[in-house]
């Protein structure tokens, strides 16, 4: 593996910058390892070599007059959710194959101006809906740490080559935790911003109240640097919160957190011996964690925020119902996978429009869609989709009021390690359960980020905790998470990705 593919992007964009590497030479080592090793991964569902090393040149030739941002020339992957001209967009779906779109999603546009190379289109559960990247219609992503287990999901395919150093940055998107959740299982650094706070024009919408972009890194730092590449007011958005974005880089190169009250969030902790929900080496690594926080100056009290007990239940309603509504324009009437019903020599509109459907989308989606309706159905909307929403207040309430003890909340990403594919298939249900701890932020619309803080005993896969702040305190998030990476680190002599498998060996 070349030495040059593990640096991380503040690294290779400071490589850069005093002439070691060119962004050419950068984005040849990062193509070269995803064609290694992609073949057992399957994290890129396109790879763009052409227009990667073109960007690159550009990149280069643009620094040597002098006008360039801190991460130009710095390769990145990005998720197939968002709209691409000249890269297909599928988002993991048969019913968008070879669809290739028009117009580029407000981030990528951000990207391409900052001089960002884009390798290419990660793959993804179908329409983001997944906690394992296994409802891909173009096959799973598997996890660098144990091909034999998932990366999580939806996002699995951005961490996964984050994780296996096919990529320094990577582009996801958080709708229950699916930036997250795969960076806990992967080893790499998830963050979901503050709904509104990046752009979500162009991002292919499963949820529309819920969707949110962000960074997929392998360092807090280099997530804050991207971060701040793709934040900020797009008037193409009307979600799009018209405030100065959070100043995220400089809290992460501060990293301290004496003075700090961090809130252990009492719902959402305690392994499954204890009586809790989360597997002991999550629970042991968690708590390790903590008190490194604490040995650092940091005030670590219990708050308590009864209504997460709800969260998942909530959000089984709200997201499938506004799926359901969102995924209405794949009629086979405009773009994308058009199919006749067999035996009809000439079909109506409505007929072409159930065929399409039924041969383009994959059974999560399906049944997601069917609850969804069900859900927003005449004489159900107030009893499920109403009750739904009600408890989203509730746990945005239970958010303002922990705010009001604490700087910011603090539990375990993910309740379990990697699972082997396959294990959940059958079982939806469990694999639900996967986002307990994720889910409540993106109801209430708050900011969090997922830090690698170990291996489990169990099985050696990695651990990942997670910090929750007040919207738009996203700096906090970063400030906090610097200081525990840099703890950690110098404990383990270095990153965790250092200790990964990465196929070379691999179990």
């Not at 640096?7 to 850069?16: K, M, W, Y």
Request: charged share 20%.
């Amino acid at each position: 593996m070349s030495e040059l593919t593990r640096l991380s992007a503040d690294q290779a964009a400071q490589a850069i910058a005093a002439g070691e590497t060119s962004s050419v030479e950068l984005t040849q080592a990062l193509l070269d390892r995803i064609e290694a090793v992609d073949g057992a991964i399957n994290a890129f569902l396109h790879v763009d070599a052409d227009g990667a090393l073109a960007a690159a040149k550009a990149s280069d030739e643009q620094r040597a007059s002098g006008a360039t941002s801190y991460l130009s020339g710095v390769p990145i992957a990005v998720k197939d959710v968002f709209t691409t001209v000249g890269q297909p967009t599928t988002c993991g779906s048969k019913i968008l194959e070879g669809w290739i779109p028009p117009y580029d999603a407000t981030v990528v546009a951000k990207l391409r101006a900052a001089g960002l190379p884009i390798l290419g289109k990660t793959n993804m559960d179908e329409f983001a809906m997944g906690s394992s990247t296994e409802h891909s219609a173009y096959g799973p992503t598997r996890n660098p740490w144990d091909t034999d287990r998932i990366p999580g999901g939806s996002g699995g395919g951005s961490a996964a080559a984050v994780a296996a150093f096919e990529a320094p940055l990577a582009l996801g998107t958080d709708t229950g935790g699916s930036i997250r959740q795969p960076g806990a299982v992967t080893g790499t650094v998830g963050v979901k911003p503050t709904y509104g706070g990046v752009s979500r024009y162009g991002l292919v919408a499963m949820a529309s109240s819920l969707d949110q972009a962000g960074p997929v890194t392998r360092t807090v730092l280099d997530a804050a640097l991207l971060h701040e590449v793709i934040a900020g007011h797009d008037p193409m958005d009307s979600t799009s919160i018209d405030a100065p974005v959070p100043a995220v880089v400089a809290a992460a190169r501060r990293a301290d957190v004496k003075g700090l009250r961090i809130g252990l969030v009492r719902e959402l902790q305690g392994s499954v011996e204890s009586g809790g929900g989360f597997q002991a080496g999550v629970q042991a690594r968690f708590d390790d964690a903590v008190g490194l926080l604490t040995d650092a100056g940091a005030e670590v009290v219990e708050v308590s925020c009864p209504s997460f007990v709800h969260g998942i239940a909530a959000y089984y309603l709200v997201m499938p119902s506004e799926a359901s509504s969102n995924l209405a324009r794949f009629d086979a009437m405009r773009y994308g996978l058009r199919v006749g019903p067999e035996g009809v020599d000439d079909p109506s509109a409505e007929q072409v429009m159930a065929a399409s459907r039924d041969a383009g989308f994959g059974d999560e989606v399906k049944r997601r869609i069917i609850l969804g309706t069900y859900a927003l159905s005449s004489g159900y909307y107030d009893a499920y989709y109403g009750s739904a929403q009600k408890v989203r207040t509730l746990i945005a309430r239970d958010f303002a009021a922990a705010f009001e003890q604490v700087d910011l909340l603090v539990s375990p990403t993910s309740p379990v390690t990697a699972w082997p594919l396959g294990e959940k298939s059958d079982d939806p249900l469990a694999m639900y359960l996967a986002d307990v701890a994720t889910i409540p932020a993106n109801l209430a619309g708050v900011p969090g980020l997922s830090l690698p803080v170990g291996l489990a005993d169990e099985d050696q896969m990695p651990v990942g905790l997670q910090f929750l702040a007040p919207a738009m305190a996203d700096d906090r998030l970063y400030n906090a998470a610097a200081a525990l990476e840099g703890l950690l680190e110098d404990r383990w002599g270095g990153r965790l990705l250092d200790q990964a498998p990465v196929l070379e060996g691999a179990r």
